[in-house]
Nanobody, 124 residues
Framework: QVQLVESGGGLVQAGGSLRLSCAAS????????MAWFRQAPGKEREFVAV????????YYADSVKSRFTISRDNGKNTVYLQMNSLKREDTAVYYC?????????????????WGQGTQVTVSS
């Protein structure tokens, strides 16, 4: 069992940066693939980034590649999402998710555990 709590969201101007954190509880955090998803009003939840259990491999949605960086610290049971050069279209609720399966999955139904989400709003 893994419980996830996101933090770090807020209001930022376009071009600015934010760092999201996802704190996990549970002894099996380091064996889970971790991902970030986001959901804008009226839209489906979409994949943002994923990181392997060791942190050695990552994969990003094309829309955020080169602007966002996912990382993890297994000693602190935390996964991060550094977001730079933010755009208005990045506005959404951002969710942290964990999967006990191997491999990189980009669909929400592949993930077993979810946080409650943190709001990111980018103004022009």
């Amino acid at each position: 069992q893994v419980q996830l709590v996101e933090s770090g969201g807020g209001l930022v101007q376009a071009g600015g940066s934010l760092r999201l954190s996802c704190a996990a509880s549970g002894r099996s955090f380091s064996t889970h693939v971790m991902a970030w998803f986001r959901q804008a009003p009226g839209k489906e939840r979409e994949f943002v980034a994923v990181i392997s259990w060791s942190g050695g491999s990552t994969y990003y949605a094309d829309s955020v590649k080169s602007r966002f960086t996912i990382s993890r610290d297994n000693g602190k049971n935390t996964v991060y999402l550094q977001m730079n050069s933010l755009k208005r279209e990045d506005t959404a609720v951002y969710y942290c998710a964990a999967s006990g399966s191997s491999g990189f999955q980009t669909t929400p139904d592949a993930y077993d555990y979810w946080g409650q989400g943190t709001q990111v709003t980018v103004s022009s």
